[in-house]
């Protein structure tokens, strides 16, 4: 397929392998965090790591977005689905959510609650117009690359005068997360995490651009590489890191320049000005609470925001006590070193966020790579 | 109205352009009969149907009988390259097949949604129908059932076939041994991208068809050349990694996929590429996948591909001794990965 497979072929995967392979200086270790869920799916999916010398370890970072979700908004959800009678529109991957109460979106539905699928939040809005005597919520997650449509939603919905449509939001933000990381005791103080480097996103970036994560080299002198979600870009990437790391360099470099600039996306970055504020703090699943992290409707679009409208109260929900979702979020433990892994938590089963989206940490070595636990074991 | 113009005896037809599916179709009155004889009798028409039993009676010929049932639910009804009708006739003749016998003959079981338009209940009936004559596959027994509306989702079909399994043939998904090779008739994804790319919120327009297909004929020609194929099975839900992962469990082997083997049509992997799917786990309905010793492999795919249906035939991978039973692929790009059961439902990524 044209501009697919120009990006997954086996031979330069082969030869950049090798690259990298002799690249790699022997006696020390890399190790480098891909922060983005859309870059754990594709080392998963195409058997990256098979690829890469021992020295470097590949630290799945908390860029998934349903994984950082914290269970006590899923729950808001539910009872909105459950108990106010609205419609509410979510991304298909939030359905499988675990929640409280052993409860999850798919299994709300399975009780009575109308929740439908949608593809974008222009299909929440013609839900809206189609349903003129229903209620519509908008279950609005994700990180940058979500964030403008919403905007562009909700702009259209105070253009159509829409009375029945709102939109529960719950976008993040990149850059805080990964400050959070790098301010992190485990990170600066204890060294438990080592965390030489960062693959940063893909289509976060496109954006936001590359600016943001000049900070990051700068101040906390780790190199970032913003590479695309092709096998090919990671491997690209990872060279690219290899070769900063040794010659000691620290620097932003855009192995996605077909899509990515240094000012990103003018336009989107606008919208999402006009429609959304800073929240002080936003609670991460895994993270915790994390401050300046997350977006919440201005008061101008009040009308549209679904917290406003319905009272919406956030109530934190502490993960299952064997659940290592949150150290592995940060980079802390591997899937494999969870109890639950494989187990209690499975991706029909889920425990932890992390296995629910094939994004997910676990999901994606559950699905793609458990038979090299067994190999070793 | 003068008497003149009314003939002795005429009742009036049933209203296949306007009328609608009411809850008299299926209370077993004038209505329902008025509709057997006018759509499925007229449709299916045999002298099994004609002699208006509850039952069919038929000779059995000698040897192992299989049997197989299957209800269809799909939605939309009518899709690029077929609709529930065509579905429903070739998902029980391929369920049939699978065990390598010949299908000979099919119940179709109906529930109607109250509302339903007559004339698309006329468009599925004489779809079956044709499907069931192109398949030399007669309906010969069946039944109806409407269900208030709202309680349905216009029609529901269930197919059950029943077929024998021709002398010194023994096809079984516990059969795949270490050492067999896993050939496949097709591309893949084909119905299932077909269907998805009809559902109103996605919008897309593809010219990507259905490969709904009746196999027996495909599966005689493969038994002929090789009676002692050891597995063979349609991957329609969950598609062709899900079918391997049954049979790995069945079988207790593992088995290798090479991924640059595996036919998958540049529009569906277009399509998958889009929605964030994997064609290895999307539907097909046309397509079969067959385990077999080594020194048949070559003579079947040659067969395969002298038939219409298996044109695109290909050698995807191989079984072995694995008491994980794990089903890996090694990726166009050199490395390996599980291909896992499919879970829950595949849904759409968000970045």
């Given at each position: 397929m044209k501009y697919i497979d120009e990006f997954r072929d086996g031979g330069t995967a082969r030869s950049l392998a090798a690259a990298i392979a002799r690249e790699a200086r022997p006696e020390r270790r890399y190790h480098i965090m891909e922060f983005?869920?859309?870059?754990?799916?594709?080392?998963?999916?195409?058997?990256?790591?098979?690829?890469?010398?021992?020295?470097?370890?590949?630290?799945?970072?908390?860029?998934?977005?349903?994984?950082?979700?914290?269970?006590?908004?899923?729950?808001?959800?539910?009872?909105?689905?459950?108990?106010?009678?609205?419609?509410?529109?979510?991304?298909?991957?939030?359905?499988?959510?675990?929640?409280?109460?052993?409860?999850?979106?798919?299994?709300?539905?399975?009780?009575?609650?109308?929740?439908?699928?949608?593809?974008?939040?222009?299909?929440?809005?013609?839900?809206?117009?189609?349903?003129?005597?229903?209620?519509?919520?908008?279950?609005?997650?994700?990180?940058?690359?979500?964030?403008?449509?919403?905007?562009?939603?909700?702009?259209?919905?105070?253009?159509?005068?829409?009375?029945?449509?709102?939109?529960?939001?719950?976008?993040?933000?990149?850059?805080?997360?990964?400050?959070?990381?790098?301010?992190?005791?485990?990170?600066?103080?204890?060294?438990?995490?080592?965390?030489?480097?960062?693959?940063?996103?893909a289509h976060v970036s496109t954006v936001?651009?590359?600016?943001?994560?000049?900070h990051f080299a700068e101040e906390y002198e780790k190199p970032v590489v913003i590479a695309g979600f092709e096998p090919l870009d990671v491997m690209q990437a990872i060279l690219m890191l290899v070769r900063q790391l040794n010659e000691g360099r620290a620097e932003v470099e855009n192995e996605f320049s077909r899509a990515v600039t240094r000012e990103g996306n003018l336009k989107a970055q606008r919208l999402v000005a006009e429609t959304f504020e800073l929240r002080k703090s936003f609670e991460w699943r895994g993270l915790n609470e994390?401050?300046?992290?997350?977006?919440?409707?201005?008061?101008?679009?009040?009308?549209?925001?679904?917290?406003?409208?319905?009272?919406?109260?956030?109530?934190?929900?502490a993960d299952n006590r064997a659940c290592e979702c949150g150290a592995i979020l940060r980079g802390l433990k591997r899937p494999q070193d969870c109890k639950l892994f494989g187990t209690v938590c499975t991706p029909e089963n889920p425990a932890g966020s992390c296995m629910v989206s094939s994004e997910g940490a676990c999901a994606a070595h559950y699905t793609y790579g458990r038979y090299k636990d067994v190999v070793m074991s | 109205m003068s008497d003149a113009t009314v003939r002795k005896g005429y009742i009036r037809p049933v209203d296949f352009k306007h009328g609608r599916v009411d809850m008299t179709h299926g209370g077993g009155g004038r209505a329902m009969a008025q509709l057997?004889?006018?759509?499925?009798?007229?449709?299916?028409?045999?002298?099994?149907?004609?002699?208006?039993?509850?039952?069919?009676?038929?000779?059995?010929?000698?040897?192992?009988?299989?049997?197989?049932?299957?209800?269809?639910?799909?939605?939309?009804?009518?899709?690029?390259?077929?609709?529930?009708?065509?579905?429903?006739?070739?998902?029980?003749?391929?369920?049939?097949?699978?065990?390598?016998?010949?299908?000979l003959y099919l119940s179709a079981s109906f529930i109607l949604e109250e509302g339903f338009a007559l004339a698309d209940l006329k468009r599925i009936v004489e779809?079956?129908?044709?499907?069931?004559?192109?398949?030399?596959?007669?309906?010969?027994?069946?039944?109806?059932?409407?269900?208030?509306?709202?309680?349905?989702?216009?029609?529901?079909?269930?197919?059950?076939?029943?077929?024998?399994?021709?002398?010194g043939v023994n096809i079984s998904g516990d059969r795949a041994q270490p050492g067999d090779a896993?050939?496949?008739?097709?591309?893949?994804?084909?119905?299932?991208?077909?269907?998805?790319?009809?559902?109103?919120?996605?919008?897309?327009?593809?010219?990507?068809?259905?490969?709904?297909?009746?196999?027996?004929?495909?599966?005689?020609?493969?038994?002929?050349?090789?009676?002692?194929?050891?597995?063979?099975?349609?991957?329609?839900?969950?598609?062709?990694?899900?079918?391997?992962?049954?049979?790995?469990?069945?079988?207790?082997?593992?088995?290798?996929?090479?991924?640059?083997?595996?036919?998958?049509?540049?529009?569906?992997?277009?399509?998958?590429?889009?929605?964030?799917?994997?064609?290895?786990?999307v539907a097909n309905e046309g397509k079969l996948v067959c385990l077999c010793a080594e020194r048949d492999a070559e003579r079947l795919l040659e067969v395969m591909r002298a038939h219409p249906l298996g044109r695109e035939a290909a050698r995807v991978g191989s079984a072995h001794a694995?008491?994980?039973?794990?089903?890996?692929?090694e990726t166009g790009f050199g490395g390996k990965r599980i291909v896992d059961w499919l879970t829950g439902e595949q849904l759409p990524r968000i970045c």
């Open positions: 983005c869920g859309g870059h754990t799916h594709a080392i998963s999916r195409y058997g990256l790591t098979d690829l890469l010398p021992p020295g470097i370890r590949l630290i799945h970072g908390p860029g998934c977005p349903v994984c950082v979700l914290p269970i006590g908004r899923i729950d808001n959800a539910i009872e909105l689905a459950l108990n106010r009678g609205v419609i509410l529109a979510a991304y298909g991957d939030c359905l499988r959510v675990p929640a409280s109460g052993g409860l999850s979106l798919l299994k709300a539905k399975a009780r009575g609650a109308d929740v439908r699928m949608v593809y974008s939040s222009a299909d929440a809005l013609k839900l809206a117009q189609d349903h003129p005597d229903r209620e519509v919520v908008f279950f609005a997650i994700g990180f940058e690359t979500t964030t403008p449509p919403t905007a562009v939603a909700l702009s259209q919905a105070e253009k159509l005068g829409l009375r029945n449509f709102t939109v529960f939001c719950n976008h993040v933000l990149t850059p805080s997360a990964i400050a959070h990381i790098l301010e992190s005791p485990e990170v600066r103080l204890h060294g438990t995490v080592p965390l030489d480097a960062f693959i940063g996103p936001i651009g590359s600016q943001p994560y000049e994390v401050p300046y992290s997350a977006l919440r409707i201005k008061a101008r679009y009040a009308a549209f925001d679904a917290e406003r409208r319905f009272g919406i109260e956030y109530k934190s929900v | 057997i004889d006018e759509l499925f009798l007229a449709a299916f028409d045999n002298d099994w149907l004609r002699a208006a039993n509850d039952q069919a009676c038929f000779a059995v010929p000698g040897g192992r009988i299989a049997m197989a049932t299957d209800a269809h639910v799909v939605s939309p009804l009518f899709f690029p390259g077929g609709d529930i009708g065509c579905l429903s006739v070739h998902g029980t003749i391929n369920d049939v097949a699978m065990s390598g016998a010949k299908p779809s079956m129908a044709r499907a069931a004559r192109e398949a030399g596959v007669p309906i010969v027994t069946g039944d109806t059932k409407v269900v208030e509306s709202g309680k349905g989702d216009g029609v529901f079909i269930t197919t059950t076939g029943v077929g024998v399994v021709p002398e896993i050939l496949l008739s097709g591309s893949l994804g084909d119905h299932g991208v077909a269907i998805m790319a009809q559902r109103e919120s996605l919008g897309f327009e593809t010219r990507i068809e259905s490969d709904t297909a009746a196999l027996h004929e495909l599966v005689a020609r493969m038994i002929e050349a090789a009676p002692d194929i050891h597995v063979l099975r349609d991957p329609t839900r969950g598609g062709l990694a899900t079918t391997l992962n049954e049979i790995a469990r069945q079988s207790g082997v593992g088995m290798l996929l090479r991924e640059t083997a595996i036919p998958v049509r540049q529009e569906v992997a277009a399509a998958c590429e889009f929605l964030g799917l994997d064609p290895l786990y694995d008491p994980h039973h794990f089903v890996q692929m």
